[in-house]
């Protein structure tokens, strides 16, 4: 099994930045792709970005391409979502997820291990 800790999430104006971690720990062998998804209040969970283990591929929505970058540290088993100049729709709930399919790394359904999820709060 794999498990996930996200951290990082936290109350930030318009324009500011936060730096997300999820910690993987477990079988993590198995696991090929690493994403973050967010949910906000009354919507539907949505991809934001996805990072190859491997092979350092990313993957971006065109909602946060630009602003936000993925990155992995393999040695401390670390994914990281650098978030910068937030805006207001940013806020949700920002969940670490781990794939150990071939299948599409911007469906939630492609992911096998979530963490518990880490609120982002956009305030202006």
């Known amino acids: 099994q794999v498990r996930l800790v996200e951290s990082g999430g936290g109350l930030v104006q318009a324009g500011g930045s936060l730096r997300l971690s999820c910690a993987a720990s477990?079988?993590?062998?198995?696991?090929?792709?690493m994403g973050w998804f967010r949910q906000a209040p009354g919507k539907e969970r949505e991809f934001v970005a996805a990072?190859?283990?491997?092979?350092?591929?990313?993957y971006y929505a065109d909602s946060v391409k630009g602003r936000f970058t993925i990155s992995r540290d393999n040695a401390k088993n670390t994914v990281y979502l650098q978030m910068n100049n937030l805006k207001r729709e940013d806020t949700a709930v920002y969940y670490c997820?781990?794939?150990?399919?071939?299948?599409?790394?911007?469906?939630?359904?492609?992911?096998?291990?979530w963490g518990q999820g880490t609120q982002v709060t956009v305030s202006s």
């Open positions: 997820a781990a794939s150990s399919t071939t299948q599409s790394a911007t469906m939630s359904r492609s992911y096998d291990y």
């Open positions: 990072i190859n283990w491997s092979g350092g591929r990313t």
């Open positions: 477990g079988r993590t062998f198995r696991t090929y792709v």
